[in-house]
């Protein structure tokens, strides 16, 4: 209610909004969006993904034909895995996999930021795993056995949790450094949202809580599988909102002018922000323990995955199966 000293927005509550934010009155300043990857690291990805598909693709023929055929075939000794572009592959992505290992050492470093926000170092990090089996399947001949397919299988398994892992990591706010956010930051920026709605729309901010109130679902979650399917079901629900919330703004109200389309993306982009944070505050504890068990299964399968590339590795240059003499 207006003059009151708390307001409920979507199940959650958060600072009474200014009553400066109304109609007429300049934007208010946003806080920062969630970190995200941006071009650089989208093109990165791309680049990770096109070389191993590019190489497979070149030489499709070589990589499916039975082991009988592939001696005979002329670009066996350059694709075998110890051939010069086969190992190519394996040292490239042995480098990278090493790297990998990096991203744990950063996040025992904190807040030390002249090498990198810690967000930035899980998504190079999130990258390379999800690019690592192929190149090492590029390496392997897209043959799998013994040692090798043990590893292999494990760093499968990694990059698939990797995955879970990823989706996990931003249902958790977080500032652009990766830092998790206090609620009392979470309310702060959720109050910040629906001000700027306000004045993008011309609104006042009761009415657009209105609209963002009814979009977030009450109910509690329980267990691993729950809180997963919550998440889930929470991102399908926040996409159709956000569609029936541009329709809503869009409309004319009461002889009005249309609003501007510029104007209308940005309301509707603030608006999705606003809700994904409802959102998450709502499970934010279920997540957060979710998250801890992914934690607890992700290591040991890691920690496998490196020991078998380990042995690998080993055992190939003790046999001489290498061009590094």
């Known amino acids: 209610m207006p003059g009151s000293s708390e307001r409920t927005i979507s199940h959650g509550v958060l600072p009474a909004t200014p009553q400066s934010a109304v ?3 300049p934007r208010p300043v946003r806080p920062p969006d969630k970190s995200s990857g941006g071009a650089g690291g989208r093109l990165f990805l791309v680049v990770l993904l096109a070389i191993p598909v590019a190489a497979t693709a ?9 082991a009988a055929e592939r001696v005979r075939d002329s670009m066996h000794p350059l694709l075998r895995p110890s051939g010069v572009i086969g190992q190519a592959f394996g040292i490239f992505g042995l480098a990278l996999f090493l790297f990998m290992w990096l991203y744990p050492l950063r996040k025992k470093l904190g807040l030390v930021r002249w090498i990198g926000s810690i967000g930035a170092w899980l998504r190079v990090h999130t990258y390379i795993g999800l690019a690592l089996p192929l190149l090492i399947a590029v390496h392997a001949g897209w043959r799998f056995h013994g040692l090798i397919g043990l590893g292999y299988l494990a760093m499968v398994i990694v990059a698939a949790s990797g995955i879970v892992g ?11 450094s990766g830092a998790e956010l206090s609620r009392e930051e979470i309310g702060n920026r959720r109050r910040a ?7 993008d729309l011309g609104l006042l901010p009761e009415e657009v809580e209105a609209s963002l109130e009814r979009v977030v679902d009450p109910s509690g979650v329980a267990g691993v599988g729950g809180t997963l399917l919550r998440l889930f079901s929470d991102d399908v629900a926040r996409w159709r909102a956000v569609s029936a919330l541009r329709r809503e703004w869009a409309t004319p109200r009461n002889g009005a ?15 999705r922000d606003e809700i994904r944070l409802a959102q998450q505050i709502r499970v934010l504890d279920a997540t957060q323990r979710v998250f801890r068990y992914w934690h607890v299964a992700h ?5 496998t995955a490196f020991l078998a590339i380990g042995v690998h590795v080993a055992v190939a240059i003790l046999m001489g199966q290498t061009w590094l003499h």
């Open 166 to 176: 990823r989706y996990l990591y931003t249902r958790i706010p977080r500032s652009r």
């Open 58 to 66: 070149l030489w499709f023929p070589y990589y499916l034909s039975p």
């Open 193 to 199: 949202l629906v001000t700027g709605i306000a004045a």
């Open 23 to 25: 109609r007429g009155r």
């Open 299 to 303: 290591r040991p399968v890691s920690v």
């Open 257 to 271: 002018r249309p609003v501007e389309p510029k104007v209308l993306n940005a309301a509707v982009k603030l608006a």
